[in-house]
């Protein structure tokens, strides 16, 4: 399903095939990605959302595959668990890999940005989960990257601390602007934060659903329900039908 991004993609997929053994998980995926767009990836477990986003990131090697790829070479990853460095400091963490002069002020700044100034020479132990989310998300950051592909990178965190990263994402990607590949089995966390919603099924991109609401969105908005009813449908779970689309009904 390719989208017209106006020519503007930072990400083009043609005919993306990736399988392991017998087992085709990726069939044929056109996928266009806009410069600053943010997408979110639905579907069910083990419907290849990892797979695709290993793909884009170029971390599947040893995967056989085939079709067209274009991504852009400043690219970041955040995973479920941080992946910090346990045995060297946070600030180094983020900068670690970082080429070029003043790394240490650009880590310093992103750490900044993600709420943990000051937290620069803890180890990574002496952080929460949530806290440490942060400091992969300000690793990814300080790289400037035209592409973010985060694969359930609240999915470990309480419900609260995901709210409050909910915030802390949208403020940094409307700062930074990069292109987002957002894998979650949340239905609300995707339409609250994408502008493009997709759900992949039987190794294809079943549904591509434009969620064209004003930020920040309320989970309340009739607009919401609705995208939400529709997707949850698509992902072969009854939905409540909202309040609002019973007054239709009954009207
Ligand atoms: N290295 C591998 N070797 C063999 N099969 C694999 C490998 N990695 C993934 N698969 C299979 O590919 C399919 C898609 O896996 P993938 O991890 O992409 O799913 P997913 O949608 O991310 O699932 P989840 O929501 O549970 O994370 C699954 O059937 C999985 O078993
Ligand atoms: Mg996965």
């Not at 095939?17 to 943010?38: A, C, H, M, P, S």
């Not at 990263?165 to 949340?186: G, K």
């Not at 609250?192 to 039987?202: F, P, S």
Request: proline share 4%; hydrophobic share 45%.
């Amino acid at each position: 399903m390719a989208t017209d991004t106006g020519g503007l993609s930072v990400v083009r997929t043609r005919a993306l095939r990736r399988g392991f053994g017998e087992r085709i998980v990726l069939r044929d995926i056109d996928l266009d990605i806009g410069r600053g767009e943010f997408v979110a990836l639905l579907g069910r477990s083990g419907s290849g959302k990892s797979t695709l986003l290993r793909a884009l990131a170029e971390l599947d090697y040893d995967v056989p595959g085939s079709g067209e790829l274009t991504v852009p070479a400043e690219r970041a990853v955040v995973f479920q668990d941080s992946r910090l460095l346990p045995w060297i400091r946070v600030l180094d963490n983020v900068i670690l890999g970082t080429s070029g002069g003043g790394a240490a002020e650009r880590g310093r700044a992103a750490l900044a940005e993600v709420g943990l100034a000051g937290r620069e020479k803890a180890w990574p132990r002496q952080l929460s989960g949530g806290e440490q989310q942060r400091v992969a998300l300000a690793r990814s950051l300080v790289r400037e990257p035209e592409l973010l592909l985060a694969d359930e990178p609240f999915g470990a965190l309480d419900a609260l601390t995901r709210i409050k990263m909910h915030a802390l994402l949208q403020d940094l990607c409307a700062r930074h602007r990069p292109a987002v590949l957002l894998v979650t089995h949340d239905v609300d966390e995707a339409v609250l934060l994408a502008d493009r919603v997709l759900v992949l099924d039987e190794g294809r991109i079943a549904v591509d659903q434009r969620i064209e609401l004003e930020r920040p969105r309320t989970h309340s908005d009739p607009a919401f329900i609705r995208h939400r009813s529709l997707l949850l449908a698509s992902l072969g779970v009854g939905a409540r039908p909202s309040t609002h689309e019973e007054e239709k009904q009954a009207s």
